[in-house]
């Protein structure tokens, strides 16, 4: 940009003229930039109307918290747990994302911190120091596993494929030197031909190797919500729950359609050698509203079983 000679005027009106230029072209500039940047409060797709804590589970007992995220919880950016193969600066990464089907197919894979290396230290949580959940995305075939770790930090475990599809992973996770619990998504696909299973009506009752479970409870988009199971069996309440992994059940949820997660954990932990039930109870935040399928599982004589149930969540 050249200053022209304005009439009447001297070197120093010519230069005043050239300051009042460019004030102007940077305010312009400064208006443009700034209708144009997104405002700190704003938050990507439905999460703000979640809310960022709304898929908060309940460690120990209810409302407490503390440095503990808790499996299933929302990050700090408020996105929810499951949905993303990278968080806090840590990922997920299989071997091998294209599996063949079977009953027993090794699967394997890294967890890597925010420079790339392969993580080998890692915190225990609920007795191992990593969950991994598997579930095909029309929501059949879960389950859950715990791989071993090798020196250099690769996780190993066979999962039961024999229905081919796609298939999320979840590797539940404290990293020692994050501190804190992620949950690292992230897809698998089995070679063969796809054939989807629907899903199973909303429903409070289901039988698992002849064990009868019933839900109570009404949950409600955003709002915390206590979720009751009993366990019987021939009529009569089962009453010798074992501990498993700490707890007498283990909630995990996963909403139809993305596959957001959740994984609760009971409000009273158990203790070796003693027994619980009938009843087990969770305290936990749908984080909107929509379709839920509900895995349970739960100990009796040594065998965990898994009692699973379709919801549907209303608004609060």
């Given at each position: 940009?050249?200053?022209?000679?304005?009439p009447?005027?001297?070197?120093?009106?010519?230069?005043?003229?050239?300051v009042?230029v460019?004030?102007a072209?940077?305010?312009?500039?400064?208006?443009?930039g700034?209708?144009?940047?997104?405002?700190s409060?704003?938050?990507?797709?439905?999460?703000?109307?979640?809310?960022?804590?709304?898929?908060?589970?309940?460690?120990?007992?209810?409302?407490?918290?503390?440095?503990?995220?808790g499996?299933?919880?929302?990050?700090?950016?408020?996105?929810l747990?499951?949905?993303?193969?990278?968080?806090?600066?840590?990922?997920?990464?299989?071997?091998?994302?294209?599996?063949?089907?079977g009953?027993?197919?090794?699967?394997?894979f890294?967890?890597?911190?925010?420079?790339?290396?392969?993580?080998?230290?890692?915190?225990?949580?609920?007795?191992?120091?990593?969950h991994?959940?598997?579930?095909?995305?029309?929501?059949?075939?879960?389950?859950?596993?715990h791989?071993?770790?090798?020196?250099?930090?690769?996780?190993?475990v066979?999962l039961?494929l024999?229905?081919?599809g796609?298939y999320r992973?979840?590797?539940?996770?404290?990293?020692?030197?994050?501190?804190?619990?992620?949950?690292?998504?992230?897809?698998?696909?089995?070679?063969?031909?796809?054939?989807p299973?629907?899903?199973?009506?909303?429903?409070?009752?289901?039988?698992v190797?002849?064990?009868?479970?019933?839900?109570?409870?009404?949950?409600?988009?955003?709002?915390?919500?206590?979720?009751?199971?009993?366990v019987?069996?021939?009529?009569?309440?089962?009453?010798?729950?074992?501990?498993?992994?700490?707890a007498?059940?283990?909630?995990?949820t996963?909403?139809?359609?993305?596959?957001?997660?959740?994984?609760?954990?009971?409000?009273?932990?158990?203790?070796?050698?003693?027994?619980?039930?009938p009843?087990?109870?969770?305290?936990?935040?749908?984080?909107?509203?929509g379709?839920?399928?509900?895995?349970?599982?739960?100990?009796?004589r040594?065998?965990v079983r898994?009692?699973?149930?379709?919801?549907?969540?209303?608004?609060?």
């Amino acid at each position: 940009m050249s200053a022209r000679r304005l009439p009447g005027g001297g070197t120093a009106a010519r230069l005043t003229a050239f300051v009042a230029v460019l004030l102007a072209a940077f305010g312009s500039a400064w208006a443009v930039g700034a209708a144009a940047e997104p405002s700190s409060t704003s938050s990507g797709r439905d999460d703000e109307a979640m809310g960022s804590h709304g898929a908060r589970s309940v460690h120990g007992g209810p409302g407490e918290q503390g440095g503990d995220r808790g499996h299933g919880t929302a990050t700090d950016d408020g996105a929810l747990p499951g949905l993303a193969s990278t968080v806090d600066g840590y990922s997920i990464e299989p071997v091998s994302a294209t599996l063949p089907a079977g009953d027993r197919v090794p699967f394997a894979f890294r967890v890597t911190d925010p420079a790339g290396h392969p993580v080998t230290s890692y915190t225990e949580a609920h007795e191992k120091e990593l969950h991994l959940i598997v579930v095909r995305r029309d929501l059949s075939g879960f389950q859950h596993v715990h791989p071993e770790l090798s020196a250099d930090g690769t996780w190993t475990v066979d999962l039961a494929l024999a229905r081919a599809g796609s298939y999320r992973a979840y590797a539940d996770v404290v990293p020692t030197d994050l501190g804190h619990n992620v949950v690292l998504g992230t897809d698998l696909d089995v070679a063969g031909d796809y054939a989807p299973v629907e899903l199973p009506a909303p429903a409070t009752t289901t039988t698992v190797d002849g064990s009868e479970v019933t839900l109570a409870g009404h949950p409600e988009a955003g709002a915390e919500t206590r979720l009751s199971y009993t366990v019987s069996r021939d009529g009569r309440p089962v009453d010798d729950l074992q501990p498993y992994l700490g707890a007498y059940g283990h909630l995990v949820t996963i909403r139809d359609g993305d596959l957001a997660y959740l994984h609760t954990h009971p409000a009273d932990e158990a203790r070796d050698g003693e027994t619980g039930g009938p009843d087990i109870e969770f305290m936990t935040t749908f984080p909107s509203p929509g379709t839920y399928r509900l895995f349970l599982d739960f100990q009796v004589r040594g065998e965990v079983r898994t009692a699973e149930l379709t919801v549907e969540v209303g608004r609060h």
